[in-house]
């Protein structure tokens, strides 16, 4: 049962950007095993000194989200094949294309392939993220600009966004299918031995 304990956000790189030393925030987070520290260094990143597991993985969706919440916003529309809700129906194909690549198997397997302890890795993580979208969705003056602009709200993230496939729809789609095809027809170990697979030697 995860309790209320301190999230510490050290901004030093407000200090060094106005030259005035900046006051830890303290944040009081339902989800939290123990305390937990967030350092910003002068280039605007995170360091995560956490306690345990889960924390340390909460807090990084915690922070992810504070800083860049219309960017995950807008990852979780591509995941769900909802882009088209913002941007009309020239989006449409792609969000057709995100729904069918949505991975339709055991949830479990597939994040515990990932790491031994993927699946409980990843729900903290988007405990995380959904921790900050509650705080937000509570008082909208935290809502960033954009969301204002476009008079919408943030949805909350599930562990099918984090695996999600939406990404093949625009960066190596065309890759994948001459893969896929190699496969077909020269077999998996033939392909292995004619193209390098990194990292590792991919059983799956």
């Known amino acids: 049962m995860h309790r209320l304990f301190c999230l510490c956000l050290i901004l030093a790189y407000l200090a060094a950007c106005t030259g005035n030393q900046q006051p830890a925030i303290e944040l009081y987070l339902t989800g939290l095993d123990k305390p937990v520290e967030i350092y910003r260094d002068s280039n605007g990143v995170n360091h995560i000194y956490a306690q345990n597991e889960h924390d340390l993985f909460f807090a990084q969706g915690y922070a992810a989200a504070r800083d860049r919440l219309f960017q995950l916003e807008l990852w979780r529309r591509q995941a769900t094949g909802t882009v088209a809700e913002w941007l009309g129906k020239r989006e449409l194909k792609r969000d057709i294309g995100a729904r069918l690549f ?11 392939h990932y790491h031994p302890r993927g699946e409980a890795i990843i729900r903290a993580f988007v405990d995380g993220i959904n921790t900050r979208i509650d705080e937000v969705l509570q008082n909208p003056q935290l809502l960033p600009p954009e969301f204002r602009w476009l008079n919408t709200l943030p949805g909350k993230w599930t562990p099918e966004v984090v695996v999600s496939r939406h990404q093949g729809l625009v960066g190596n789609l065309t890759e994948e ?28």
């Open 102 to 112: 949505k991975f339709r198997g055991n949830l479990k397997d597939e994040l515990n």
């Open 177 to 204: 299918l001459t893969l896929a095809r190699a496969v077909a027809l020269l077999g998996s170990e033939k392909v292995k031995d004619l193209i390098p697979l990194e990292p590792g030697n991919p059983t799956a």
